[in-house]
């Protein structure tokens, strides 16, 4: 089993700048993709920017939203991940999930979890 534990959330204005990380404990072989997702009242969850690890390099991905604005990475020997939000708008308020895509052995398959969510509100 591999947990997650998110933390960084809070109240902002509008132009301001958060920081949110997920560390992930437990039987963890290697990590596969660190990802994080938001789910805004009334609307889908979406994936907002994501880091994975490719044979010699890590490759990032954002949402057109956040380009620009917020930065993913990730310390491997912590087994955490950073979201580095900047100039955030009111239109960024939402729940935040960390998503981790993680081998458990060698060879094994790649398993999927969820963190619990941390609320980020952004006031105009």
């Known amino acids: 089993q591999v947990q997650l534990v998110e933390s960084g959330g809070g109240l902002v204005q509008a132009g301001g700048s958060l920081r949110l990380s997920c560390a992930a404990s437990?039987?963890?072989?290697?990590?596969?993709?660190m990802r994080w997702h938001r789910q805004a009242p009334g609307k889908q969850r979406e994936l907002v920017a994501g880091?994975?690890?490719?044979?010699?390099?890590?490759?990032?991905n954002y949402a057109d939203s956040v380009k620009g604005r917020f930065t993913i990475s990730k310390d491997s020997a912590k087994n955490t991940v950073y979201l580095q939000m900047d100039s955030l708008k009111p239109e960024d308020t939402a729940v935040y999930y960390c998503n981790v895509g993680v081998l458990q052995d060698y060879g094994g398959p790649i398993r999927v979890y969820w963190g619990q969510g941390t609320q980020v509100t952004v006031s105009s």
């Open positions: 880091i994975t690890r490719g044979s010699t390099t890590n490759y990032t």
């Open positions: 437990g039987s963890i072989f290697s990590i596969y993709f």
